[in-house]
C-alpha cells in the first residue's frame, strides 16, 4: 500500500460490496486494479475466483504483467481477459443448452457481411455494412429481430429486421456466431438457465471492470447477472472520458448503479499522476459545462508547467508545418521543464478527430525526415495472408463454418472452381446441410460432375487429417514443425509470390506468415525460448486449442516493439495512452466538435440527441488534452479544403472553453522558423563532417 494515496488504498480495500471507482484521467486506475486483486488473494480470495475484465487484448496483457509483477505466479490464475473473451469461455463450456457445439466459429466482419450480402439478396457491400451496423446496434441493445421489426421506425428498419431474422437463421446452420453473440448468447445463458447462472456466480468471488464507462446496456445485463444479490464487483470507469456512445457504450449503466444496488461504495480518484497544472486546469475548464453524474475535479502536484499554448494556421499544410516546426524546436531546446529525458520522436503525438487529417502530416513529417506511424492502421488480422490462414484453422475448429470452408477450398487454388462450389452451395441449401457436411454426402454424385467430386472429397480428407493432426500437436516446437510441413504441402508461398507483382510486396506477406505462424507456435507453450536463450516451461496447449481463439484476438500485442517515431493518432485511438508532448489539431467547429446542427452554439434551443452528441465531443477533447504529460499545443486552421475550394473556417468552441492566459496562450511563429532553421543547419553540418571523415579514412 506504500504507493498509494488515500483515495485508493480505500478503493483497495473495499471488498465486501459493490464499489465504484471513479478514477479520473492518469489518476492511476491500473494500480489500483491490480492492487485489489492482490488485496483479495491476501483475504483469501482464490485467484481463479477473481475475474478482472478489460475491453481490449492489450489492456488484458497489461493487467497481466502488472499483476504478475506485484503477486508473482497467482496473477497466471487470474481470470483476466475481454468481455467477449469471457463470452466465448461461457459458451464453449455451456453453449451446448443453446444447441452450439463446443467447437463453435466466430465471424469476423468480413464474413458477417458476406453473409448479409447473401441474406438480404445484394451483391452491394456497402448496403450490407449498413444492415451490419444497424444489427450490432440492435443486438447490443439486447434486441431480438423480432423484437427489431416490432418497434421499427420506418420500411427500411424494417426490411432490416426481416434480414437480421435470415441471418440468424444462417449463423445457427453454420454454428456460427459473430462478436455481438460473444455478449448476448452468455447473457441469455445466464437470465434463461439458472444452473449455469449459478455455476458462474459460484466461480466468480469478486470480478472487476475496467474501463466501465464504455459499457453497453447488454454488457452491464452481464455484469449483473455473473455477481447477483451480492454484488462483490468493482467498477473502474470515468464519466468523463465516456466517448463510445457511437458503438453503444451508455452512460446510463453508471446511472443504474446506485439504484440496482443501493448499498453502493463511490470512490473518487482525483488526483492526476500524469499531466501538469497548466494542462489540467484547461481539461477541467473543457469538461465543466457538461452535466455530472458524479462531480469530481483533477489536481496535480507536478507543478504548473508548460503554457497550454494555441495555434492559428493559414490552411491544413501551414498547420502541418507548424507541427514539425514544434517538434524540432522542442527537440533543440535547452528548457529545465523539457528535460533531456522528453526529446525523443516517441515522446511526441499529433491527434486528430478523423483519419484523413493525417495525410498532410504524414506529408510533412516525411518531407523533414521526421520517423512517424500512424496508430490504429490496419490490424495484422486484418492482412489478406493471416486472414487465409484464420479460415484454415476456423475450418479445422469447426467443418460446418462455410464462411471458413470457401476461404480454405479457394486458397491457394486446387482445380476446385466457382461452377463446382455454387453447385455444391445449392446442394448444402436444399438439404439443409453445411458445405462441408454436404461433400461427403451419399446424394451429392447425382448432381455433380465425377472429377468434381474427386477434387471435393480430396479436400475434406486433408481437412480431416490435418484436424487429426493438430488436435495431437502440443508444445511450441511440434506446433513451429507442424505449421511449416502444412504451409509447404499446400504451396502458400507459390500462391503469394504468384499473386503478387513484385517480388518485394511477396517476400513482405511471406514475412508476416512466418511472423504469425511463430506466434501461433509460442501460443501453444510447453519449454518455450525468448530472444536471449532462456527456456520458461508454461502450459502446453495443442495446436487445435490455440485455434480456436484466433477469432478473438485482433493484434499480436506481444510482438510489437517500441519505436522511437512521432505517433499520428485519432483521439478515439488514443484513449489509455499518453505522451510527454501531444498537440491536437484540427481543433475547428465542424471537426472537433464534428458537424453539428446547432447554429454553432448560437442556438437558445438544440435537439436533446444534438446535446448528447455535443457532450460527447466535449468529452473527447478532455480525453485529447488529458493524453499530454509536459506539453499540449492545440492548433486550427483559418481556411480548409472542402471538395475543391477553401472556406472560411472559425476555431471550435472548446479551444474558448479551455479559458487560457491569453498572455501565455501564443507561440511566436518567428522563433519556431529561427529554432527549425537552425536544427537544419546543424544537420548539415553533421552530415559535411561525416562525409568529409569519410573520404579522409585510408581506403581497406
Excluded at 56 to 68: G, Y
Excluded at 154 to 174: K, Q, S, V
Excluded at 580 to 591: C, Q, S
Aim: proline share 3%; net charge neutral.
Amino acid at each position: 500500500m506504500s504507493g498509494l494515496n488515500l483515495a485508493q488504498q480505500e478503493a483497495v480495500n473495499y471488498l465486501h460490496g459493490p464499489c465504484l471507482v471513479l478514477a479520473g484521467a492518469g489518476s492511476g486506475k491500473t494500480r489500483v486494479i491490480t492492487h485489489k486483486i492482490a488485496r483479495l488473494i491476501q483475504t483469501g480470495v482464490a485467484p481463479q475466483r477473481i475475474a478482472a475484465i478489460t475491453f481490449t487484448n492489450k489492456a488484458a496483457a497489461e493487467m497481466r504483467e502488472r499483476a504478475k509483477g506485484l503477486i508473482g505466479r497467482d496473477a497466471n490464475k487470474v481470470v483476466v481477459c475481454t468481455f467477449h473473451a469471457l463470452g466465448v469461455r461461457m459458451m464453449r463450456e455451456d453453449g451446448a443448452v443453446l444447441g452450439l457445439k463446443p467447437a463453435f466459429s466466430i465471424l469476423d466482419s468480413d464474413d458477417v457481411t458476406k453473409i448479409l450480402k447473401d441474406a438480404g439478396g445484394t451483391t452491394d457491400a456497402a448496403t450490407a455494412r449498413i444492415w451490419q451496423w444497424t444489427i450490432s446496434k440492435w443486438k447490443n441493445m439486447g434486441l431480438t429481430a423480432a423484437q427489431a421489426e416490432a418497434q421499427a421506425a420506418d420500411d427500411n428498419e424494417r426490411i432490416t429486421a426481416r434480414i437480421m431474422a435470415r441471418y440468424e437463421e444462417r449463423l445457427t446452420a453454420y454454428q456460427s456466431v459473430d462478436f455481438d453473440d460473444l455478449i448476448g448468447m452468455p447473457l441469455k445463458l445466464l437470465q434463461d438457465h439458472e444452473e449455469v447462472r449459478a455455476k458462474w456466480q459460484a466461480a466468480l468471488g469478486h470480478v472487476l471492470v475496467d474501463e466501465y464507462q464504455d459499457t453497453n446496456a447488454t454488457q452491464y445485463e452481464v455484469l449483473k447477472a455473473l455477481v447477483g444479490m451480492r454484488g462483490r464487483f468493482t467498477a473502474v470507469g470515468d464519466d468523463d472520458q465516456s466517448i463510445y456512445g457511437w458503438r453503444g457504450a451508455t452512460l446510463d449503466n453508471l446511472r443504474k448503479l446506485p439504484v440496482d444496488f443501493p448499498t453502493l461504495k463511490v470512490i473518487k480518484l482525483e488526483q492526476n499522476y500524469r499531466s501538469t497544472s497548466a494542462i489540467l486546469r484547461a481539461a477541467n475548464n473543457v469538461i465543466g459545462p457538461n452535466p455530472k453524474l458524479f462531480p469530481k475535479t483533477l489536481f496535480s502536484e507536478l507543478g504548473e508547467g508548460e503554457p497550454v499554448r494555441v495555434v492559428d494556421a493559414d490552411h491544413e499544410q501551414h498547420e502541418a508545418e507548424r507541427a514539425v516546426a514544434r517538434i524540432v524546436s522542442l527537440r533543440s531546446s535547452d528548457s529545465v521543464t523539457q528535460g533531456p529525458q522528453f526529446k525523443e520522436f516517441r515522446d511526441f503525438a499529433i491527434l486528430y478527430r478523423a483519419n484523413h487529417q493525417a495525410r498532410v502530416f504524414e506529408q510533412a513529417l516525411r518531407k523533414a525526415q521526421i520517423p512517424y506511424k500512424v496508430s490504429g492502421g490496419q490490424s495484422f488480422f486484418d492482412r489478406a495472408e493471416i486472414k487465409d490462414l484464420c479460415g484454415w484453422f476456423r475450418l479445422w475448429v469447426n467443418n460446418d463454418d462455410d464462411p471458413a470452408f470457401l476461404r480454405a477450398v479457394t486458397t491457394p487454388k486446387r482445380g476446385i472452381g466457382h461452377t463446382t462450389l455454387a453447385g455444391l452451395g445449392t446442394f448444402a441449401s436444399q438439404y439443409k446441410l453445411s458445405l462441408f457436411e454436404a461433400l461427403f454426402s451419399s446424394s451429392l454424385p447425382s448432381v455433380m460432375a465425377k472429377r468434381a467430386m474427386e477434387g471435393l472429397h480430396e479436400f475434406g480428407r486433408y481437412i480431416n487429417d490435418l484436424e487429426y493432426r493438430a488436435r495431437r500437436t502440443l508444445g511450441a516446437e511440434d506446433a513451429r514443425a507442424f505449421l511449416n510441413d502444412w504451409l509447404k504441402e499446400i504451396e502458400y508461398e507459390k500462391h503469394l509470390y504468384d499473386g503478387e507483382d513484385s517480388e518485394q510486396a511477396a517476400a513482405s506477406r511471406w514475412t508476416n506468415v512466418m511472423e504469425f505462424c511463430d506466434w501461433m507456435a509460442q501460443r501453444c507453450g510447453g519449454k518455450v525460448s525468448d530472444p536471449s536463450g532462456a527456456t520458461t516451461d508454461t502450459e502446453a496447449k495443442t495446436l487445435l486449442e490455440v485455434a480456436q481463439t484466433i477469432s478473438l484476438l485482433s493484434t499480436i500485442s506481444e510482438r510489437e516493439q517500441d519505436q522511437n517515431v512521432v505517433t499520428l493518432s485519432t483521439l478515439h485511438a488514443s484513449k489509455g495512452l499518453e505522451w510527454p508532448h501531444v498537440m491536437l489539431i484540427g481543433v475547428n467547429e465542424g471537426l472537433l466538435p464534428f458537424k453539428l446542427d446547432d447554429g454553432g452554439g448560437r442556438q437558445q434551443k438544440v435537439s436533446d440527441d444534438t446535446l448528447q452528441r455535443l457532450q460527447e465531443e466535449r468529452r473527447l477533447m478532455y480525453v485529447g488534452i488529458t493524453r499530454a504529460q509536459r506539453s499540449l499545443a492545440v492548433s486550427w486552421t483559418k481556411r480548409r479544403k472542402q471538395g475543391r475550394e477553401m472556406v472560411p473556417a472559425q476555431p471550435s468552441r472548446f479551444i474558448s472553453e479551455m479559458a487560457l492566459d491569453q498572455k501565455t496562450v501564443k507561440e511566436d511563429p518567428r522563433e519556431k522558423l529561427k529554432a527549425l532553421r537552425a536544427e537544419f543547419a546543424r544537420k548539415a553540418q553533421q552530415n559535411a563532417a561525416a562525409a568529409a571523415a569519410a573520404q579522409a579514412a585510408p581506403a581497406p
